[in-house]
Nanobody
C-alpha cells in the first residue's frame, strides 16, 4: 500500500536550517507530483512546496529559503529549509495525489525558537 514517512524535524533557532525527508513506497514514485504542506496550531494546512518532473513551486512565504528536491532512484522527496523563522513552526506533511486520492504522511514537527 501507499506509504509516506517523514523524518528530520526538530527544534532549531531562528536563522538555522533543517532538512526534512519523505520516503515513499507502494506506487510509481517518479510519475507523480510530490509536495510538502504544513499546519501551524490553529491554522489551516497550507502548501509549502511541490515538485513534478524537473519543475518546482513554492509558497511566497518560503521562496528563496526552502528548496524541494526529489530522488526518483531512492523514492524520496526532501525539503531543505534555511533561514528559518519562528513563523515556520508547524507540523510538516509529505503529500501525494494518486488516482484522485490524497495520501499524507504522519507529519514531523518543526519548531523554530530561541
Amino acid at each position: 500500500q501507499v506509504q509516506l514517512v517523514e523524518s528530520g524535524g526538530g527544534l532549531v533557532q531562528p536563522g538555522g536550517s533543517l532538512r526534512l525527508s519523505c520516503a515513499a513506497s507502494g506506487f510509481s514514485f517518479s510519475n507523480y507530483a510530490m509536495s510538502w504542506h504544513r499546519q501551524a496550531p490553529g491554522k489551516r494546512r497550507e502548501l509549502v512546496a511541490s515538485t513534478i518532473g524537473r519543475s518546482t513551486g513554492y509558497a511566497d512565504s518560503v521562496k528563496g529559503r526552502f528548496t524541494i528536491s526529489r530522488d526518483n532512484a531512492k523514492n524520496t522527496v526532501d525539503l531543505q529549509m534555511n533561514s528559518l523563522k519562528p513563523e515556520d513552526t508547524a507540523v510538516y506533511y509529505c503529500h501525494a495525489i494518486l488516482n484522485m486520492v490524497d495520501y499524507w504522511g504522519q507529519g514531523t514537527q518543526v519548531t523554530v525558537s530561541s
